[in-house]
């Protein structure tokens, strides 16, 4: 496995972003992503509208559409969006908007609970527009916390959040991440990450071996120290 940062991405600035957000969080991480000048934005699987609600309040003029499929988040992001498509996200069908409707498109902790990201995205990218962007957030599962005590103690726990939530179906490293957004006809042009606030003593270890095997000592402490990336991509073509 390649420790070299992939073609498209100049490696991780870990932010001071917190660990776990759910539904009914603000977001002010993505929020920040979100260009000043977006005016149709749309929220893929709102939860109950909380981000767009923030977003509403952050831009003028700006309508927030969200995708959820279920039904009690839906109903309490009608409250405060300008509408909700009530739409499994597996098996999306058209929209009933024009092709280049949306500027932002949102992903928040969203594409590791399909079983094909890549056709998420794919299904959608024809209703942003030509100059728009699509902001997501993805656990990273060469986070310390998963490698450490996978390594150490032959551990790979699933529990009910975190970055091993058992709803989680699809894993991603930085490297795959690139490769999904060049496949799904994306390219990165921002990459960030929050971080959980804590560092492993085994780190400088195990970043002292990549750089003695010719990787990137800095690089790789990013990488283990990132909870999620935060990226933020166009479409290419």
């Known amino acids: 496995m390649s420790t070299q940062v992939p073609d ?4 991780v600035d870990v932010g001071d972003g917190g660990a776990d957000r ?5 977001r002010p991480e993505l929020r920040q992503l979100v260009p000043a000048t977006a005016r149709r934005i749309l929220d893929v699987g709102c939860g109950a509208g909380a981000l767009g609600a923030a977003l509403k309040a952050d831009l003028v003029d700006a309508e927030v559409i969200g995708i959820e499929a279920f039904p009690a988040a839906a109903d309490m992001a009608e409250e405060v969006l300008d509408g909700v498509l009530r739409l499994d996200l597996q098996q ?12 932002v498109m949102i992903f928040g902790d969203v594409l590791e ?8 995205l794919t299904a959608l990218r024809p209703y942003l ?12 599962v060469g986070h310390w916390s998963v490698i450490g005590p996978l390594m150490l103690n032959d551990r790979w726990t699933y529990g009910d959040s975190g970055l091993l939530d058992r709803t989680h179906v699809h894993f991603f490293t930085l490297y795959e991440v690139d490769q ?9 042009v921002h990459l960030g990450a929050t971080s959980n606030g804590e560092v492993a003593p085994f780190l400088a270890a195990i970043a002292g071996l990549v750089g003695r095997y010719g990787g990137d000592r800095a690089e790789s402490l990013a990488r283990m120290n990132a909870y999620q990336f935060l990226v933020t991509a166009r479409p290419t073509g």
């Open 22 to 26: 759910y539904y009914g969080e603000t």
């Open 8 to 11: 498209g991405v100049r490696g």
């Open 113 to 120: 609970h399909m079983h094909d990201p890549h056709g998420v």
């Open 180 to 188: 999904m957004m060049a496949a799904t006809g994306f390219e990165v």
């Open 129 to 140: 527009a030509p100059d728009g962007v699509i902001v997501c957030s993805i656990p990273n």
């Open 92 to 103: 999306l069908p058209e929209l009933p908007y024009e092709h280049g409707h949306f500027d």
